[in-house]
Every structure is written in structure tokens, then in C-alpha cells.
């Protein structure tokens, strides 16, 4: 991908617009693509330029990046009816950082393939302000010739950058770290929701606890920067996290593994559906209690 200038961005929600601008950062022409005019407007304010179509931006683009929200618009985005299929006359490799089920990923990339085209599965992790910065965890699933010529622009997004393996372990690695991160969620709230019965204020306890063997990822950062704080800005809403941890509950049925703690979780967030509005921060899941 050494001949990479013009790199096509579609979804250019609070991920893809930061990843767009972090790639124009490391010096690469951006195209930018959405079918929000609010959100694609917000996009050329902040300095992307906009293809007119998505006929425009693959032809265009020597790679492109999509960031969205699941498989179905994913698949339409690919191999819809005006989708990339329809339009590239010559080899692209597309870099899908949606959080996304395995197999359709799998099942994209082959029909992609037999046209010619590649398709990487690499999720992020780092939430808005990790895309802008261009220090994005990226979990990345592929052929290993393809992600290596690929590295150039996964470098312009990502900080972290993992080859978990072939097409779909991207997206298996990253649904087993938001299934981590949503069951954490849930047994911090009520191991600290303990204590504060006891008398002990959360705030008493933090540190502690992250100074022993009961810190995680949402004891060192969530707690004393979305939670505690009051402010619940990650950027990463309801609505998603229930995705993630559906897409971990189909596979965990699917593979016939057996994972009762986890199928509680799933449960959980299943159920904070009727409380909580798709569009509220992911970490307000630390304030529901099921009936």
C-alpha cells in the first residue's frame, strides 16, 4: 500500500470523523462519506472534504476505512446496490472497523475476494478521543500479507495495533473485550453499591482497589473519569454496548459454549433496554437495577 494517497472514509460519526482527521494528520488525502447531511456537514467543518457519492469516493480512494454501526449496514455499505462491489473496477482493500458478527464478516470477505477486493475486520478500542489522536487500540483480523500492506494506514488511526489472526478474529477479539469491559461494568456497581451500604464511600475505596487484584480497565479509567466525575462523556452509547454484548451471547450459543456468568450479563444489559435510552453513555449501566 506504499502508492496509498487518497483514503475513503465512510461514517463520519464521533469515530470515523476522528479517525479521518487523524489520518489527514499523517498526511494522507481524506474523502469522506455519510448519509447524515447533519453529520457529514459537522465533518466538512472540521476540514474533510466530501465525495458527492459513494461512485466519487471509490473512485477516488486507494483504500478505504468504514466506521458503522453493525453488519447489516456494513454488508449494504459492501455489497449493496450502490455499494463498493458495484463500484471499484480494481483491487482496494477495505478496512472495516465496525464491531461486527464474525461470519458475516467472514462471508463479506470472500465474496469481496472473489472480485478482488480485500476486506480487513479491525474494531477499535479508545472511544472518540483515541480516533482523534490517532491512538486507537485496533484489534485486526486478515491475511497477513494484506495486513502488512495495510499497516501504513492502520498506523495513521491506531496506537496499538494487534494481527489477531485471519478474517474475523478482529472482530472475536474485540467482542470478548467489550463482553470484559460490560460485565466489569455491572460487578464494580454493585461491589462498590456493597460497600456504600457498609459505609464506605466509593471514593474511600478506589484507590485500593487499584492498587490490589480487584482493579480493571473500569476501576482504573471509567470510575474516576465517566462515573465518578458525573459526566458519562465517552462518546460510546447504550445502544452499542447491547450490541456488542448481544453479538457475544449469539456467539457463545452459536459455538455451544457454556457461560452462565456470561449469559447473566447479557441478560442485564438485555434488560436496560426499558430504563435507559439507546443514546445515553454506555457507563450509566453502574445506576440500573433489575425489578
Excluded: C
Excluded at 94 to 100: E, G, L, M, R, S
Aim: charged share 20%.
Amino acid at each position: 500500500m506504499e502508492h496509498i494517497k487518497t483514503i475513503g472514509i465512510i461514517g463520519l460519526g464521533n469515530m470515523g470523523l476522528g479517525m479521518a482527521l487523524s489520518l489527514q494528520r499523517a498526511g494522507f488525502q481524506v474523502l469522506g462519506l455519510d448519509k447524515n447531511d447533519q453529520t457529514a456537514g459537522r465533518a466538512e467543518e472540521k476540514g474533510i472534504p466530501l465525495a458527492r457519492d459513494m461512485a466519487e469516493l471509490v473512485d477516488a480512494s486507494d483504500s478505504i476505512v468504514l466506521s458503522l454501526p453493525n453488519s447489516a449496514i456494513v454488508r449494504e455499505v459492501l455489497v449493496g446496490v450502490a455499494g463498493i462491489a458495484r463500484q471499484a473496477n480494481r483491487k482496494l482493500t477495505v478496512i472495516d472497523t465496525t464491531t461486527a458478527d464474525p461470519e458475516a464478516t467472514r462471508e463479506l470477505a470472500k465474496q469481496l475476494g472473489n472480485q478482488g477486493l480485500v476486506l480487513l475486520d479491525a474494531p477499535v478500542s479508545g472511544g472518540p478521543g483515541g480516533a482523534l489522536r490517532g491512538e486507537l487500540t485496533m484489534f485486526v483480523g486478515g491475511e497477513t500479507e494484506d495486513v502488512q500492506a495495510a499497516m501504513p494506514v492502520l498506523s495513521g488511526m491506531g496506537k496499538n495495533l494487534f494481527h489477531i489472526g485471519g478474517t474475523g478474529a478482529g472482530n472475536i477479539a474485540k467482542i470478548v473485550n467489550n463482553l470484559l469491559t460490560a460485565a466489569q461494568l455491572l460487578t464494580a456497581a454493585e461491589a462498590f453499591r456493597m460497600a456504600e451500604a457498609a459505609g464506605v464511600k466509593t471514593e474511600q475505596l478506589l484507590d485500593a482497589v487499584n492498587a490490589g487484584s480487584g482493579r480493571s480497565g473500569v476501576t482504573l479509567f471509567n470510575y474516576p473519569n465517566r462515573i465518578l466525575s458525573g459526566t458519562f462523556d465517552s462518546g460510546f452509547t447504550m445502544q452499542l454496548m447491547r450490541k456488542d454484548v448481544a453479538l457475544a451471547a449469539a456467539l457463545h450459543e452459536k459455538l455451544g459454549v457454556e457461560v452462565p456468568v456470561s449469559k447473566v450479563v447479557a441478560d442485564v444489559w438485555r434488560d436496560s433496554a426499558s430504563a435507559m435510552a439507546d443514546e445515553e453513555d454506555f457507563n450509566r449501566i453502574v445506576n440500573f437495577t433489575r425489578a
